[in-house]
């Protein structure tokens, strides 16, 4: 059975910075594709990040430059550095994983870590 759970949130003042994590278990599919999604109450899931299996990344042009998705080279722990944290980034931060390649359906959810940025 799959299962992904986060780790890493907490609450940090503005410009700080916070990694989260996301450890894989019961999942084969080297090639898959990996992300990291929040979402604040009353508004939909927005995706941040993502990573193919070949390592290939695309940001949300609203963490461009400050967060960086990344793996370990088993691909058991999916990571995100968030740094240079603003007000507006505070969410619960979910991982997802796909069954292939990037474009396919999130089959995979973690059950969320609460990121919190104070001004």
């Known amino acids: 059975q799959v299962q992904l759970v986060e780790s890493g949130g907490g609450s940090v003042q503005s410009g700080g910075s916070l990694r989260l994590s996301c450890s894989v278990s019961?999942?084969?599919?080297?090639?898959?594709?990996m992300g990291w999604f929040r979402q604040t109450p009353g508004k939909e899931r927005e995706g941040v990040a993502r990573?193919?299996?070949?390592?290939?990344?695309w940001y949300a042009d609203s963490v461009k430059g400050r967060f960086t998705i990344s793996q370990d080279n088993f691909k058991i722990t999916l990571y995100l550095q968030m740094n240079s944290l603003k007000p507006e980034d505070t969410a619960m931060y979910y991982c997802?994983?796909?069954?292939?390649?990037?474009?396919?359906?999130?089959?995979?959810w973690g059950q969320g870590t609460q990121v919190t940025v104070s001004s």
């Open positions: 997802a994983a796909q069954r292939g390649p990037c474009g396919g359906k999130w089959s995979y």
């Open positions: 019961g999942y084969t599919y080297r090639t898959h594709c």
């Open positions: 990573i193919s299996g070949v390592g290939t990344t």
